[in-house]
């Protein structure tokens, strides 16, 4: 059984089969949460796709979204980016019902960015193999409360990781000069404060004191902040060459969205 039959056969309350083949299906997607931004829901096509999973776009002459978008996830073909590897095979019936929820999530963000111009916060991906890349800065900044940080970094271009990163050797393997400041900003506070970790937090109400800044060298989570540094530096390559692709073969900005590397300037 093909991944598309697959995703037939636990199809959601809100999804109606319209047309079905071997290797491909029609159906009308209308979430919950849709509102009145797309009040007939979505007419999709899902495909087999060249990875044997499902491949999804709308239906040609019923398209109401951008025919393509990078920063909402609707590729140069059409195709939706649904989440990471969502094109895959599906192993089993959960992983179908799952595959299902998470087109849910993709439409009510495409409801999200029509009306904001931004895409979710916390459903943002990196496009491409870089991809990769964010989520293991995902991992690497959980787990000292620093997702926010990278998110905010990658999808709204603030923060430290958004600013001038430190350089890194050319061998692209290590970050050079370690005693220049921690690019968080940390400051050392008067020594009853000082704490185990990283914090941009202020002194005591009234401190005049000029707190020096911490070195990257003395950093207690120098290890995290050189590795984020370095896949950041990494994943903005991997970015780059995605964008600069897509203007040699003319794809151009489809205006819909406040921030986009296809824009002209």
């Known amino acids: 059984m093909n991944a598309v039959q ?136 959980e787990p000292l409360g620093w997702k926010d940080d990278l998110w905010n970094a990658i999808f709204r271009g603030k923060g430290w990781l958004a600013e001038q990163l430190p350089r890194i050797s050319k061998q692209r393997d290590r970050v050079v000069n370690a005693r220049s400041p921690c690019p968080r900003g940390c400051t050392w506070k008067h020594k009853l404060l000082r704490k185990a970790s990283c914090y941009v937090t202020s002194c005591d109400a009234g401190c005049n004191r000029a707190h020096k800044p911490i070195l990257r060298a003395e950093c207690p989570n120098r290890k995290v902040i050189e590795d984020l540094v370095l896949n950041e530096h990494e994943r903005q390559r991997i970015e780059t060459r995605i964008v600069d692709s897509l203007k040699v073969e003319r794809r151009v900005c489809c205006g819909t969205m406040k921030r986009c590397p296809l824009r002209k300037s």
């Open 6 to 141: 697959q995703l037939l056969r636990s199809v959601p309350e809100w999804v109606s089969i319209k047309e079905r083949q071997q290797e491909m299906a029609t159906v009308l997607a209308s979430p919950p949460g849709l509102g009145g931004s797309f009040p007939g829901g979505f007419w999709l096509m899902l495909e087999v796709s060249e990875h044997g999973g499902v491949a999804v776009s709308e239906v040609q002459d019923q398209r109401q979204l951008p025919e393509f978008c990078l920063e909402r996830h609707i590729n140069p073909d059409s195709t939706f980016c649904v989440f990471f590897r969502s094109e895959h095979p599906l192993e089993d019936t959960e992983a179908a019902k799952t595959w299902w929820s998470y087109l849910a999530v993709y439409l009510a963000n495409q409801v999200y960015a029509k009306k904001r111009g931004i895409w979710p916060l916390g459903s943002g991906l990196s496009h491409g193999d870089a991809a990769h890349i964010q989520i293991k800065m995902e991992a690497l900044a």
